[in-house]
Nanobody, 124 residues
Framework: DVQLVESGGGSVQAGGSLRLSCAVS????????MGWFRQGPGHGREGVAG????????HYGDVGKGRFTISHDNAKKTVYLQMNSLKPEDTGMYYC??????????????????WGQGTQVTVS
């Protein structure tokens, strides 16, 4: 079974930074897309950032443009999300996802099948 294991969440004061990591195992497609979505209290799951392991720049949702950076280590099969200048509205559960299709933007969460268990980010 495909497994996505996230880490790096936590509590931080506004203006601080966090780096999330997500490692994938048992995913047989290559290249592929990996990304981060988040779900805040009372909200649906929204796209934060995505990246294609075959090359190219990352895709970003409005929530993190200019503050968040997504990157990928092919050898480790791990995607990272560097989050800077965090705001209280960034609070939520952050989920990692993977897809065998190439993204040309961030897809809807409902179009994706594989998800990690989530990592909580709290900004106060």
């Amino acid at each position: 079974d495909v497994q996505l294991v996230e880490s790096g969440g936590g509590s931080v004061q506004a203006g601080g930074s966090l780096r999330l990591s997500c490692a994938v195992s048992s995913f047989t497609y290559n290249p592929y897309c990996m990304g981060w979505f988040r779900q805040g209290p009372g909200h649906g799951r929204e796209g934060v950032a995505g990246i294609y392991t075959g090359g190219g720049a990352g895709h970003y949702g409005d929530v993190g443009k200019g503050r968040f950076t997504i990157s990928h280590d092919n050898a480790k099969k791990t995607v990272y999300l560097q989050m800077n200048s965090l705001k209280p509205e960034d609070t939520g559960m952050y989920y990692c996802t993977i897809d065998n299709r190439r993204w040309y933007g961030l897809p809807l969460a409902t179009a994706l099948t594989y998800w990690g268990q989530g990592t909580q980010v709290t900004v106060s």
